[in-house]
């Protein structure tokens, strides 16, 4: 199956004729290709989004939302199909898919299509002035999409930025492009005119350099590791660029000795393990109150062995394959690393080999690490699957500073009865999301993004659809 680039509303293999192979993580075996694209790619997609700028600009809000639920509307039909493409292409388990990604896709599109409408700027009343502040879009901008949650995000980037009347050249992850294709299919069939979403296939030092380098592009929005992120920087610095960057995390999960013990130990594996822990907000660290922390461990591990890894499109399985061949060893590799620092692995540790259909796929057993300090590479780098350490801690002050003490500051999870306690934590953590005695519990209203190593700027709400647009003050003299 060939998996083609979406450029001014028709689909075209690379201008190249070159194909990257696409990998099943699950087998390890090639089924599909997607276009090598490269920087005469991007030009195209950048001209047919320059073209269609104005007439999508100036289209009203509610036609261009009307449009964008269509194609939620679209997602929720093909819901199924999607949820089955996407854990192929990712390795996550189906059901996963089917629950978290495929209905997340279609609520990114819903929710921007209608937020959008509602937008507004504001003016500044003095005794001898109004100031009015207009808002219009920036034209046309690049989203750089990642592979673990790949429609997800996808659409959480585009949509905004399609909802307030920019036109876009986006990319996904080279490892897992295909529900970005099927998706460009369904804007054709909802009548997404041509140009205003343009979907540019390859690898992330081709297609995505030349898309943030082009002049043209006033701002990339994109989520991926750090380094990338630092790269993408260095590039857009110059040229003045407004950049949204959605970064790599370490995220802390603090348990106090006070919290529901169940539901604590519960949702900690849920946080550590979910999509193989290639979600940026698992929380890899756990720090557990030392009166509890035995106990804890015990019922932390006894939970984690239960969880069921094998194919990803069987229904039970909980833990699928890791994305692709490198990411397996590096996970591996971080795993050595752990023991080499003196940490004691207590569950799993290790590859495993899935009988039959399975054979060749990434599969690597839930990780449970002890007796490290924060300060060891295994605990300050991120590694970005199922693996956690966890540590004891003996006070309030301590969690902070063990929680604080990464160059990352995305998201931290606490669990604690006690409310001051709770809110005291929270207030002293530098990230920039807390979840308090839950996980990934999201509102799409509010503020998504991280502080330090982890990125700059916010999305969701009204961030999101702010930074798509370029503020303009006019002042009336009265
Ligand atoms: P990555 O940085 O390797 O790639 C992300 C995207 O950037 C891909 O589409 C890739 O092709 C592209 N890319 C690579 N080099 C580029 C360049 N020079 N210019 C422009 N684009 C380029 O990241 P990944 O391995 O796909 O994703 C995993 C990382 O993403 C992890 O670090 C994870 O924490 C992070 N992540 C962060 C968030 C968040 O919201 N903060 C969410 C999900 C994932």
């Given at each position: 199956m060939q998996i083609l680039n979406y450029i001014n509303g028709t689909l075209q293999p690379a201008k190249n004729q070159q194909w990257l192979a696409n990998i099943e993580p699950a087998t390890g075996q090639v089924y599909s290709e997607l276009p090598d694209s490269d920087a005469s790619d991007v030009n195209d997609a950048i001209t047919a989004a320059e073209n269609a700028f104005d007439s999508w600009a100036k289209l009203p809000s509610e036609k261009r939302s009307a449009i964008l639920l269509r194609i939620a509307d679209l997602i929720d039909r093909d819901a199924e199909f999607l949820a089955q493409a996407e854990s192929k292409d990712q390795g996550k388990p189906v059901k996963l898919a089917a629950s978290v990604d495929i209905p997340r896709a279609s609520a990114n599109m819903r929710f921007f299509a209608t937020a959008a409408m509602h937008f507004a700027s504001e003016s500044h009343h003095s005794a001898d002035a109004i100031n009015y502040t207009t808002r219009t879009p920036l034209g046309v901008v690049a989203c750089i999409s990642p592979w673990n949650l790949p429609l997800y995000l996808f659409t959480w980037k585009i949509a905004p930025a399609l909802a307030i009347g920019c036109t876009v050249v986006a990319k996904p992850s080279e490892l897992t492009p295909m529900t970005a294709f099927l998706f460009s299919k369904l804007c054709m069939e909802a009548g997404l005119p041509a140009g205003v979403l343009n979907i540019v296939h390859g690898l992330g030092q081709k297609v995505g350099q030349a898309m943030v380098e082009h002049p043209a592009i006033p701002a990339v929005s994109f989520t991926g590791g750090t380094a990338t992120g630092k790269q993408i920087a260095a590039t857009a610095a110059p040229m003045f660029k407004k950049l949204s960057l959605e970064l790599g995390g370490k995220n802390p999960n603090i348990v106090f000795a006070d919290c529901d013990f169940d539901q604590a130990v519960s949702t900690s594996v849920l946080s550590s393990f979910s999509n193989q822990g290639e979600i940026c907000l698992c929380g890899s660290r756990i720090f557990v109150e030392r009166k509890i922390y035995d106990r804890f461990v015990a019922a932390f591990v006894e939970k984690t062995k239960s969880l069921p890894v094998g194919d990803?499109?069987?229904?039970?399985?909980k833990v699928g394959a890791i994305n692709s061949a490198g990411h397996f060893q590096k996970i591996l590799n971080y795993i050595e690393l752990a023991k080499k620092e003196?940490?004691?692995?207590?569950c799993g540790g290790r590859a495993i080999k899935i009988l039959g259909r399975c054979e060749g796929g990434y599969f690597i057993e839930p990780t449970v690490i002890l007796g490290l300090p924060n300060t060891c590479r295994t605990n300050q780098e991120e590694i970005f699957g199922p693996v956690v350490s966890i540590m004891p801690f003996d006070t309030e002050e301590e969690a902070i500073s063990l929680a604080n003490g990464t160059l990352y500051g995305l998201a931290a999870t606490l669990w604690t009865e006690n409310l001051k306690k709770a809110h005291r934590v929270a207030g002293n953590l530098k990230t920039g999301i807390v979840w308090i005695n839950c996980?990934?519990?999201?509102?799409?209203r509010t503020p998504f993004g991280g502080t330090k190593q982890s990125g700059v700027g916010r999305e969701g709400g009204w961030e999101a659809l702010r930074f798509f647009t370029e503020p303009k003050n006019i002042c009336v003299k009265l």
């Open positions: 990803p499109q069987d229904e039970k399985t003196g940490g004691e692995i207590v996980w990934l519990l999201r509102d799409l």
